[in-house]
């Protein structure tokens, strides 16, 4: 199979990434030539082989529905790189 | 006596014990260390003087007091710079996280600290531990000490050039696929690589959460050791890691190999290995032998499906991990107007490196609707059999030995145009991660240019323990490890 220009910019536009042309040619190369490698997985048959997301059976730990964390202060603001007083300012959403 | 920054990590912590040395002079050593050979090795991002100094102050008046001040009192560390530190800039080599500066410490950096160590520099890796070489760099450049014109491997490449360049007692790194195994070979030290679960993750970086561990990069297997010791065991805060209680490490130094036996994985003698590579690993093979292990061979028949279905699982999950970066709440946001799809877009184009980007872009598509089954699902289900190779080879053997990578250190620059070669300089570490096993690293011989040569013992889950048995009756019968390549 081959990826072609188009798809780039789909995935790129799915994974919010702005690329430049030459970016955006590279890419196009790179991923064909790495995909086409990972054709090699197409072969091996897997009928009825359960996937694996995870390495450990264990459940999902729960605990009590309890506060244990310090209440949020500015230590959660202090890395915005836009703030407004105790809130995080972006570009506007709303026109 | 030898100079401060040449004593192992526990000779250290026991002379601060014996009140024969301060913490704050083996402190001060490190730093003058890393002011002497740092500009040819270029493994710390940040130096952290005056807090490590503090720090060693403290320990010092514990000690006057009669407390004790704990397994690594005084001994001065680096963390990959990809595990946070409260108050102490935390980047994972990223511009996108050229200035953050975190408001918690990660568990292991806590435990660390708990356990008496000093914090002296955050250390260079690949971007968000992307990588095979510390050459994804966005913010230097990490030098081998044995060869300033080659890599020091990756992705932990500053936690393993650091150790070997005597700049610290010893290093944390995070290993994804080999990214503490390789570098420690590549430079000469001893990584492990812990069991998933082994080890808290909370405060560490996210790069494939489902394979991503924390481990001990040292100057020989005791250290290691130790400071696995002092960061292993569950933590209430990572809901990954294993309620399984720990054993002593140190202890099981002693044991010997008498009796074990080991597995020699056919598949990982591949074709187009570096000879001296395998005539070195063979010969520590024989070693153990004449020790008293019994050596079979056994084979891991889906090894040549782990690339791809490794690339396809850590791409997908990284894509997903690294969509927090959106210039809103950390990191970078670059300027400009426009809409708010537009500031994501700009950030995360101005934030990350080439391969991070191939990496999210991979993963993406590998997710992407139409693509789901024949990708990331298949490659879900391969990741069972390879799981089950080891299970199945584990059945018959205590541990696996093998090579650590199929070449010594490569030069700068050789593969960094080539992704897929350079992906396959993780062919033989990245199953294990796929598996959720432990590994180390430990050098057996120079090559003929002069280089570490890397060993690679993989366990069972959960037993670091033989690990390290095995791995220090292999160093007591050779002298390759403790080796300083800049004096």
């Not at chain 1, 729960?62 to 995080?88: I, Q, W, Y």
Request: proline share 6%; hydrophobic share 45%; net charge negative.
């Amino acid at each position: 199979m081959a990826i072609t220009r188009e798809q780039v910019r789909r995935v790129a536009s799915l994974a919010r990434l702005r690329l430049e042309p030459d970016e955006e040619e590279r890419l196009t190369a790179d991923l064909d030539h790495i995909l086409a490698a990972f054709t090699r997985l197409e072969a091996l048959d897997t009928t009825g082989i359960e996937p694996m997301a995870h390495v450990e059976d264990v459940p999902v730990p729960m605990r009590d529905d309890a506060v244990t964390n310090p209440p949020a202060g500015d230590g959660l603001l202090v890395n915005a790189p836009a703030r407004d007083g105790r809130l995080f300012r972006v570009p506007k959403i709303i026109e | 006596m030898s100079a401060l920054h040449d004593l192992t990590a526990r000779d250290a912590a026991a002379r601060v014990r014996r009140r024969e040395v301060s913490a704050t002079e083996l402190t001060r050593a490190a730093l003058s260390r890393i002011t002497a050979v740092e500009p040819q090795v270029g493994a710390i991002l940040t130096i952290c003087e005056r807090e490590a100094l503090a720090a060693a102050e403290i320990i010092d008046r514990r000690v006057a007091a009669g407390e004790d001040p704990g397994l690594l009192a005084g001994v001065p560390v680096g963390l990959k710079d990809n595990i946070c530190t409260a108050g102490i800039r935390t980047t994972a080599s990223s511009r996108i996280l050229e200035a953050f500066v975190p408001p918690y410490d990660a568990t292991v950096a806590a435990r660390l600290q708990q356990a008496g160590a000093v914090l002296v520099g955050k250390l260079n890796c690949d971007e968000f531990a992307m990588g095979s070489s510390t050459e994804n760099a966005a913010l230097g450049v990490t030098r081998n000490p044995w060869d300033p014109e080659r890599v020091a491997g990756g992705s932990s490449g500053g936690s393993a050039a650091a150790v070997a360049a005597r700049e610290v007692h010893a290093s944390l790194g995070s290993d994804t696929g080999g990214s503490i195994r390789l570098p420690a070979s590549f430079c000469g030290v001893v990584g492990m690589k812990p069991t998933y679960g082994r080890v808290s993750r909370y405060g560490v970086i996210a790069f494939a959460s489902s394979l991503d561990q924390v481990g001990p990069l040292a100057r020989d297997v005791g250290d290691a050791a130790l400071v696995l010791q002092a960061i292993a065991g569950h933590d209430p805060a990572d809901g990954t890691s294993s309620q399984r209680p720990v054993p002593s490490y140190v202890a099981a130094l002693e044991g010997g190999v008498r009796g074990l036996r080991l597995g020699l994985p056919r598949e990982y003698f591949v074709e187009g290995m570096q000879p001296d590579v395998e005539a070195s690993v063979r010969a520590a093979v024989r070693t153990l032998e004449a020790q008293g292990a019994t050596v079979e061979p056994v084979s891991l028949p889906h090894t040549e499906y782990a690339i791809a279905t490794y690339y396809l699982i850590t791409s997908a999950e990284a894509s997903s991990n690294l969509a927090r970066y959106d210039g809103v709440r950390y990191g970078l946001r670059a300027a400009g107007g426009g809409t708010l799809a537009e500031m994501y877009e700009r950030s995360r184009a101005a934030g990350f490196g080439p391969e991070v980007k191939r990496r999210i872009m991979l993963g993406t598509y590998a997710l992407s609707a139409g693509y789901y089954d024949a990708y990331y699902l298949k490659a879900q289900q391969v990741r069972t059999l390879i799981r089950r190779d080891f299970e199945q080879a584990f059945a018959h053997v205590d541990a696996l030995i093998a090579p650590v990578a199929p070449s010594t250190a490569f030069r700068l620059g050789e593969r960094v145009d080539d992704p897929l070669t350079m992906y396959l300089s993780d062919i033989l570490t990245i199953s294990l991660n796929l598996a959720g096993l432990p590994g180390i690293s430990l050098p057996c011989g120079l090559d003929a240019a002069g280089l570490p040569i890397g060993l690679q013992l993989i366990g069972k889950a959960f037993d670091e323990a033989t690990l390290l048995r095995i791995a220090a009756a292999y160093e007591a019968a050779s002298d390759w490890t403790a080796r300083s390549p800049i004096p």
